[in-house]
């Protein structure tokens, strides 16, 4: 049994310890969501009237001032608490002695009992901390920010989160606090493979990111619907760092009443084109559903590499050959999938989890790959060899060559003789031998068909050439001797005119092949 004790993974969960950790902290609806989109420059949090949206922290890589940094928002932290609540305060109150910055939002327009629990809480970060008052949205409000002085912290600054105003007075007293200096320099993104966690709720989706993060990084709850963000965290293993995407657990839209959960679902499926493999988590118990199916119709149709993990394995009963029978029943269901590793794993007591990191791995590698030009059409002289293309109303079919278009997604170009009706069966021989001969076993691959356009010229025989010729020779001599007149062949005589000069044309054209000829005797 593999437990995550015997992996070979550093930890490093959300958090770079190389760079600084700013943290934005407040009550519900103080605007901290649209405050970390304003800062990091994209939505990433979600952004909704309604109190408690966020409940995980959400961490980003910001460059402040061209200085990367780490930014987390955190979820809004509650006085009168109940069910989850609990969860959301501890974990957005743990931030506090781990940052190296504090930005502290309060609204300008209300000040709250559970803005003054806040005040307390924030008594021994003093020196860490920044008062952003939020919602300055209109210059009638400018005096409303000096009443926010007398709580005793020496950075107040008046800011609209969702208009702008302030940001860059923000930004600089963040700078100072940390002693950077705006920089010209943009700094490299470090490479990470990135590893998203899809699935129904429920599936183990969050537990599986804490355990390869070592951190309770999303908060882990029977109740449908707790993680709505997309939460990230790093961590390395053999040597190489990934990062690992959590996701909403996605419902049949019939589910999904809540607006907020809408956009988390959206927000989910979006995470797909940021990810290069996708672990599409199904309860081992419960089995394949037809959600499950739409998802891997997604993640394919992007071209992302894709596992099929069958999670809580420690819930089978232990009957001889059970996850063989599993597994055959999936590949049944899941066509779509046929190419996609099926990995067996008990993400609650880290069963298998090495197993499913080096998958992982060998997906990537795959995805990465690229065929030379001249390889493959040596290969596809072989496959056209040894299983010509069928033959259409109009003849045989013809797949003259090809080339890899782009690796992650890998896609082919093949050039054949004539696309319309070109036989699927033939595409999918294609893909089935790339596969094969190429070692892109474990990921989707996708070929596309373009006609061959012949320059009209590469069908020019013998007489087609001597009449190029002529009209050459006849071209000369019109500019050799007076200026034709517009319209000469409409004139009286003109017709006969420009006969005479073909004939003349001709006559020095077909000299000219007979003495070429008669040299090569």
Known sequence: ??????????????????????????????????????LIGKRRAITDPTPGVTRDPIPERWLLGNNAVTLVDSGGVKLDKEGIDFAVTDKSLSLLSESDAIIFLMDCTEVTAEDMMLVEELRPYTDKVVLAVNKVDDPKRDDLVWNFFSYGYQRVVGISAAHGTGIEELEDTLLGMLQLERTEDIPEEPDTIKIAILGKPNTGKSTLMNLLTGRDISIVSPIAGTTRDVMRGTF???????????????????????????????????????????????????????????????????????????????????????????????????????????????????????????????????LTKRVDTSALNAAL????????????????????????????????????????????????????????????TYIPVEISLRERRRNPSLNDNGPSKTEAKIKSVMKASEGSGKKKAKGTAKKPGGKARMGKARERAETIVRNSNQKRRAGKK
């Open 1 to 38: 049994m593999n437990t995550m004790e015997k992996l070979d993974i550093k930890n490093k969960a959300d958090i770079d310890t190389s760079l600084p950790l700013i943290s934005i902290i407040g009550r519900p609806n103080a605007g901290k969501s649209t405050l970390f989109n304003r």
């Open 236 to 366: 390395v293993y053999k040597g190489t760092e990934y990062t690992v995407l959590d996701t909403a657990g996605i419902r049949r839209k019939s589910k999904v009443e809540e607006d907020v959960e809408y956009y988390s679902v959206n927000r989910a499926i979006k995470t797909i084109e940021d990810a290069d493999v996708v672990l599409l988590m199904v309860d081992i118990i419960e089995g394949i559903t037809e959600q499950d199916k739409k998802i891997a119709d997604l993640i394919v149709r992007r071209g992302k590499g894709v596992i099929i993990v069958l999670n809580k394995t420690d819930l089978l009963r232990g009957i001889p050959n059970e996850i063989d029978a599993i597994k055959d029943r999936v590949r049944f269901l899941f066509p779509v999938l046929s190419f996609a590793p099926l990995m067996p794993i008990s993400a609650l007591k880290g069963i298998d989890i090495g197993k499913l990191l080096d998958m992982v791995w060998s997906v990537w590698k795959q």
């Open 381 to 440: 002289k072989e496959w056209t060899k040894d299983n010509e293309p069928p033959r259409g109303s109009a003849g045989h079919y013809k797949v003259l060559y090809g080339t890899q278009v782009s690796a992650a997604p890998v896609r082919f170009l093949f050039f054949v003789n004539r696309v319309h009706a070109f036989p699927e069966s033939y595409i999918s021989y294609l893909k089935n031998m790339i596969r094969k001969d190429f070692g892109f």
